[in-house]
T-cell receptor
Framework: AQKITQTQPGMFVQEKEAVTLDCTYD???????LFWYKQPSSGEMIFLIY??????QNATEGRYSLNFQKARKSANLVISASQLGDSAMYFC????????????FGTGTSLTVIP | DTGVSQDPRHKITKRGQNVTFRCDPI?????LYWYRQTLGQGPEFLTY????????KSRLLSDRFSAERPKGSFSTLEIQRTEQGDSAMYLC?????????????FGPGTRLTVT
């Protein structure tokens, strides 16, 4: 089974609108961390936001927020007020265990912001 | 620039040749990771170092692949007898810890093309 599933290969959003990128995960470990990364066309992976499995509140970082629904095993990324520079690939990732050494990545979602 | 650096950025080689890539992590990060990313996929974990010790290796890392981090600082990834299937982006990442919100910080990658 896939550890991380991203079911949206491509998404479009109008500039200044909000967009939600879906991510579901699979683990039996009660302790895990969830991450979102952005990969622009230049290729470098940029760390955006983190959510711990025991965190009570959804994580937020500026225009990024993570909609964490533990029972559904989903960790969707919400980008508010989209900007043209948000156009990129977005990857959801998971680290299992308290000190897991391996990150599992999804296949990514390509986001295009339309002016 | 104090980010993760990788060298070379691009490498074209003929099948059967050996190649070596270098990664310089962020200086205060003692954890270093290698990933492989093919077109349309998320990064796949290859191996992990804590200081100079290689603590985890993926089954993806065949015996043609070897990684070292001799002094706990920079790391090298060598591929012997390259095959066309080795063509991919090789990403290096570093982190200070593996617990909590410490995400991995990625370098720009080395794109390998095997002809």
């Amino acid at each position: 089974a896939q550890k991380i599933t991203q079911t949206q290969p491509g998404m479009f959003v109008q500039e200044k609108e909000a967009v939600t990128l879906d991510c579901t995960y699979d683990t039996s470990d009660p302790s895990y961390g969830l991450f979102w990364y952005k990969q622009p066309s230049s290729g470098e992976m940029i760390f955006l936001i983190y959510q711990g499995s025991y965190d009570q509140q959804n994580a937020t970082e500026g225009r990024y927020s993570l909609n964490f629904q533990k029972a559904r095993k989903s960790a969707n990324l919400v980008i508010s007020a989209s900007q043209l520079g948000d156009s990129a690939m977005y990857f959801c990732a998971m680290r299992e265990g308290v000190t897991g050494n391996q990150f599992y990545f999804g296949t990514g979602t390509s986001l295009t912001v339309i002016p | 620039d104090t980010g993760v650096s990788q060298d070379p950025r691009h490498k074209i080689t003929k099948r059967g040749q050996n190649v070596t890539f270098r990664c310089d992590p962020i200086s205060e990060h003692n954890r270093l990771y290698w990933y492989r990313q093919t077109l349309g996929q998320g990064p796949e974990f290859l191996t992990y170092f804590q200081n100079e010790a290689q603590l985890e290796k993926s089954r993806l890392l065949s015996d043609r692949f070897s990684a070292e981090r001799p002094k706990g600082s920079f790391s090298t990834l060598e591929i012997q007898r390259t095959e066309q299937g080795d063509s991919a982006m090789y990403l290096c990442a570093s982190s200070r810890r593996t617990s909590g919100s410490y995400g991995q910080y990625f370098g720009p990658g080395t794109r390998l093309t095997v002809t």
